[in-house]
């Protein structure tokens, strides 16, 4: 089956560690995203890659950082600096320069213990 | 001001009603216009998807786009309780482009 996955489903973080939430998929799609959904508030871009071993900042990048070392992995850690990480991650995928949409895995819930 | 408006809800509706969903915009370079539905806990599935002004049908779902107006709408016929979820409207100016997403609408469809 094509689709993305991510994983933990559920990830806990103590104070001043840094926790990797993992994203993958096999759609052979260029681009992948990394979103945080809090209550009321949307999807908001963390950051993203449209090409590997290439990202970009998005709207909410401090505290974050990724990786994209192979075109199927774009794994996002949060650091000790993101001072409310508490939210629903989302990562999305979608073929670059074609007018196809993006597709989003299940997300990943962090909660600060 | 944000780019992409969206009522938050909760929107109730019995079952069987039309359900009415919108999102105004203020960016005028937008072209791609897309809905995705989200059940609680879950990732957003896309239900349609659209690209300049005008309407798209799929079984019970209609897409419209008014692009002079900034203002798309999604209509839900013969609503069913497996419709309550979250619907979010998301859009962007070009295929490269950052996609734009609003803050989602809670719909609950009563039996």
């Known amino acids: 089956d094509g689709g993305i996955t991510q994983s933990p489903k559920y990830l806990f973080r103590k104070e001043g560690q840094n926790v990797t939430l993992s994203c993958e998929q096999n759609l052979n799609h260029d681009a992948m995203y990394w979103y945080r959904q809090d209550p009321g508030q949307g999807l908001r871009l963390i950051y993203y890659?449209?090409?590997?071993?290439?990202?970009q900042k998005g709207d909410i990048a401090e505290g974050y950082s990724v990786s994209r070392e192979k075109k199927e992995s774009f794994p996002l850690t949060v650091t000790s600096a993101q001072k409310n990480p508490t939210a629903f991650y989302l990562c999305a995928s979608k073929l670059t320069g074609s007018q196809e949409t993006q597709y989003f895995g299940p997300g990943t819930r962090l909660l600060v213990l | 001001q944000k780019e992409v408006e969206q009522d938050p809800g909760p929107l109730s509706v019995p079952e069987g009603a039309i359900v009415s969903l919108n999102c105004t915009y203020s960016n005028s370079a937008f072209q791609y216009f897309m809905w995705y539905r989200q059940y609680s806990r879950k990732g957003p599935e896309l239900l349609m998807y659209t690209y300049s002004s005008g309407n798209k049908e799929d079984g019970r779902f209609t897409a419209q786009v008014d692009k002079s107006s900034k203002y798309i709408s999604l209509f839900i016929r013969d609503s069913q309780p497996s419709d309550s979820a979250t619907y979010l409207c998301a859009m962007n100016t070009d295929s490269w482009g950052k996609f734009q997403f609003g803050a989602g609408t809670q719909v609950v469809v009563t039996p």
């Open positions: 890659s449209q090409i590997v071993n290439d990202f």
